[in-house]
């Protein structure tokens, strides 16, 4: 954990890493798709030889240029790009973004959502359509090839 953006403030990315990086099939790929947790399980190997401060800045221009790849591939121009999440609180994965995008950067709050509970309420939104028996992904949302719903109730 990088309190800040802290530790990354005083690093310096490695570039070339960030485009060995960007050559995941994954990038090129046209959306819809999505991602989880265990998409990139290589990410730590790319950053492992190098000190903690430039590790920590790496990461951050890995997400800066992930971002700037993913605008390239919307079917129209994006006008802005709204943050939420932890990443939002990282000035320097904030200052990365304003520098690589050319569109207005925001947290969420600016909005008037709430960039730490977005998540929960997206997953409550998702829990609320199984509950009703209602599609949870599709082609339009995730590239699946029908609507699907995305789990069940279990009860004790």
């Known amino acids: 954990y990088d309190a800040h953006g802290a530790l990354a403030a005083t690093g310096t990315p ?34 492992a030889h190098m000190n903690d401060a430039d590790g920590a800045a790496t990461l951050c221009a890995i997400i800066a240029a992930t971002v700037a790849t993913g605008m390239e591939l919307m079917p129209a121009p994006v006008s802005q790009v709204l943050v939420c999440g932890g990443g939002r609180h990282n000035p320097v994965i904030m200052s990365m973004l304003r520098a ?45 090839p029908v609507f699907i719903g995305g789990g069940e109730l279990a009860r004790p």
């Open 100 to 144: 690589g995008l050319g569109v207005p950067v925001l947290a969420v709050e600016h909005h008037g959502l709430n960039g730490d509970m977005l998540e929960a309420q997206a997953f409550a939104y998702l829990a609320a359509r199984v509950l009703n028996k209602r599609p949870t992904s599709g082609p339009s949302t995730t590239g699946a």
């Open 14 to 47: 490695d570039m070339d890493v960030v485009r060995a990086f960007l050559n995941t099939p994954y990038f090129r790929k046209l959306p819809p798709k999505s991602l989880d947790r265990n998409s990139f399980p290589q990410i730590a190997e790319l950053v």
